[in-house]
């Protein structure tokens, strides 16, 4: 006998052997009495019925895939959005949304009149609000009127004042070249603004970025420097080259750029104590085009003086803007 016909005659005497058993078995779970049905419960137990129930809807409807996709930049996004079947269900909207959603966004428009108006009841309310003062101006120059109007800006001081009366020149002249001769090289057509910032610059504070003393100087940033250690016991003759910054410059009688300044060197022990002086002097410089760089030049000679550590102090004013720099060279007297 093959083994398939054997496995089969086996099978068939496992199956008769079981089928008393399985009778018995539903006998006993045969209910005694009919029930009555079952009412509807708004409660979904968990348990085969739910899990046909739920498998049954889900066989009706598609699956929906989760969108996994990128959210626009800065836009509100949600998990699950809620369904339209249940309108009972809250639906939280960001806070302002509903009234933009009603009414829609807002268009405010102001003309040049009443922006005008705006700013000169501004500059009257405070006429040393430098902001105020200055879109007032930038105002009245985009309606193409005369710029500065030094009236209008009397109540600034006098340093916020030339800071917008030179913006405003500057504008003004680099508008009107523009209009006049447009063939211009470009360093014509920016001039009227490096001038601008020439006179900016004269409002800022006076500096010395370089000082340091030296053999010999052919020009500003042509020199030969020299060591600052000396020998005592004797005179010692140096040249004390300075470099100014910031310095203020204004047309003379002769049309002519003018820069005065006064410059003075004061020698100090480590105590504090003077050990010498050179008194101040007065600088006057003139020329035909505006200076940009600027630098001192001043022979002296150190007194004698005992062995030690001293302080060069050099003090520069401007004279027509009264401001004054001041910066220091360290100097060492030692034996020779």
Request: hydrophobic share 40%; glycine share 4%.
């Amino acid at each position: 006998m093959s083994s398939a016909a054997l496995m089969a005659r086996k099978l068939a005497a496992y199956s008769k052997e079981l089928e008393p058993h399985l009778k018995d078995r539903a006998d006993r779970q045969k209910p005694a009495t009919t029930k009555p049905a079952e009412q509807p419960s708004d409660v979904n137990w968990v348990g085969e019925g739910a899990v046909a129930a739920a498998t049954a809807d889900a066989s009706k409807a598609p699956a929906k895939p989760l969108d996994t996709a990128v959210a626009a930049p800065n836009q509100t996004t949600v998990l699950l959005a809620p369904s339209r079947k249940a309108p009972d269900v809250p639906i939280i909207v960001p806070e302002g949304e509903d009234s933009l959603a009603a009414t829609g966004p807002r268009e405010v428009s102001v003309n040049s009149d009443q922006l005008m108006g705006q700013l000169s009841t501004k500059v009257k309310e405070n006429p040393k609000d430098v902001a105020a003062q200055l879109d007032y101006q930038l105002m009245q120059f985009l309606r193409g009127e005369q710029v500065p109007q030094m009236k209008n800006l009397a109540g600034l001081p006098s340093e916020d004042r030339e800071v917008i009366a030179a913006l405003m020149d500057g504008l003004s002249n680099f508008r009107s070249n523009a209009r006049n001769e447009g063939n211009q090289m470009l360093s014509q057509k920016i001039r009227p603004l490096t001038e601008m910032a020439d006179r900016m610059r004269g409002q800022a504070d006076l500096t010395l970025p370089n000082a340091v003393l030296c053999n010999r100087v052919d020009g500003y940033g042509v020199y030969e420097p020299m060591s600052p250690r000396f020998a005592a016991g004797k005179k010692n003759p140096v040249i004390v080259y300075c470099e100014v910054e910031n310095f203020a410059s204004q047309i003379n009688d002769k049309k002519q750029w003018e820069t005065r300044l006064a410059n003075e060197a004061i020698l100090y022990t480590e105590t504090g104590m003077v050990a010498w002086t050179d008194k101040s002097k007065s600088i006057v410089d003139t020329s035909r085009n505006r200076r940009h760089d600027f630098f001192i030049v001043k022979k002296t000679e150190l007194p004698v003086l005992p062995l030690g550590r001293y302080i060069l102090k050099i003090s520069v004013t401007d004279q027509q803007s009264n401001r004054v720099a001041e910066t220091t060279i360290p100097i060492t007297i030692g034996a020779e």
